[in-house]
């Protein structure tokens, strides 16, 4: 003799509650992401702070193709090379160096140029030639 009964209940998982969890995990993550600070590079962006303008005179830092060196259309050595523009800034406040640098020259060659002028604290600006191609 079989007493079972036939309806078995079968088990149930409510879900009504899960999406509300999301809810909150993607809140929090959201918060929490905006509150990292990721690495960052600090940039020195222009600013004016007086309507007047200095008279800059950059120091001109050339370099061809076959690695010849001029400061202000000087030809330089390349040992000489920190010498001399140490002596061309040494009466500026803030000194500014122009690069002019031919293409085909080799990055560490340009490296070496920057280093320098980060040694001597110099703001340096690469010069660069117009571009023939129209923006589209």
């Known amino acids: 003799m079989n007493l079972r009964r036939r309806n078995r209940h079968a088990g149930e998982v409510y879900t009504a509650s899960l999406s509300d969890i999301m809810f909150f995990l993607l809140l929090f993550f959201l918060i929490?992401?905006?509150?990292?600070?990721?690495?960052?590079?600090?940039?020195?962006?222009?600013?004016?702070?007086?309507?007047?303008?200095?008279i800059k005179h950059p120091l001109t830092i050339s370099v061809t193709a076959d690695l010849q060196y001029a400061v202000n259309n000087t030809p330089v050595?390349?040992?000489?090379?920190?010498?001399?523009?140490?002596?061309?800034?040494?009466?500026?406040?803030?000194?500014?160096?122009l690069l002019k640098v031919d293409k085909t020259v080799q990055v560490q060659n340009l490296v070496d140029l920057l280093d320098?002028?980060?040694?001597?604290?110099?703001?340096?600006?690469?010069?660069?030639?117009?571009?023939?191609?129209?923006?589209?």
């Open 32 to 54: 929490t992401s905006t509150l990292a600070t990721p690495n960052v590079l600090k940039l020195l962006l222009p600013n004016a702070k007086s309507g007047s303008q200095s």
């Open 116 to 136: 320098i002028g980060n040694r001597l604290k110099i703001k340096m600006v690469l010069a660069t030639a117009a571009s023939d191609k129209k923006t589209q």
């Open 77 to 97: 050595a390349q040992d000489q090379l920190e010498a001399t523009i140490s002596s061309a800034i040494k009466d500026q406040t803030d000194p500014t160096a």
